[in-house]
């Protein structure tokens, strides 16, 4: 069994989007290149029709691994999540205690992260080092160019 990932609605729809569309779009394409391969002769020596294979192999691997994050995925109800700790899709408030910088961050599933929207993985080490804080709590967060001290500001969903 698959490890069990929790997603947002939004994050659950584009992965299954994703999966259609590799399923559709994506097989015919590799269906085509293959078949143009094929219609260029002898198939002991086409590079082509060996390329076109082996990419409608790791087409299907990555189907076959979408599929298993989406059976195992579970759609996280935001009206339940618990502010009084950080946790998947809490909306946190953190200040840098060296240079005082704020940053806002929402911890969602790794697959849904995106810094530039302020979506951090709760894998990351700055989401493993916040899971479980309150507010007013510091999180000492090992990163790679050291240690960062980061204060709970605020919590919320």
Do not use: C, W
């Not at 950080?86 to 995106?114: C, F, H, Q, R």
Request: a negative charge; aromatic letters at 4%; hydrophobic letters at 35%.
């Amino acid at each position: 069994m698959g490890k069990i990932s929790y997603y947002t609605e939004e994050g659950l729809t584009r992965l299954k989007a994703e999966l259609n569309d590799l399923k559709t779009k994506g097989r015919a394409e590799i269906a085509r290149q293959i078949a143009e391969a094929r219609d260029k002769g002898d198939l002991s020596e086409n590079a082509e029709y060996d390329a076109a294979k082996d990419a409608q192999g790791l087409h299907e691997l990555k189907i076959s691994k979408l599929e298993e994050v989406v059976a195992n995925a579970r759609i996280l109800d935001e009206s339940t999540i618990d502010t009084s700790q950080i946790s998947v899709l809490s909306k946190v408030k953190i200040k840098n205690k060296k240079n005082g910088a704020e940053m806002n961050y929402t911890l969602v599933s790794e697959e849904e992260a995106d810094l530039k929207t302020g979506r951090i993985s709760v894998s990351s080490p700055i989401g493993k080092g916040l899971l479980g804080k309150k507010v007013g709590d510091t999180a000492e967060i090992k990163v790679p160019a050291g240690v960062l001290e980061f204060e709970v500001v605020d919590i919320s969903r």
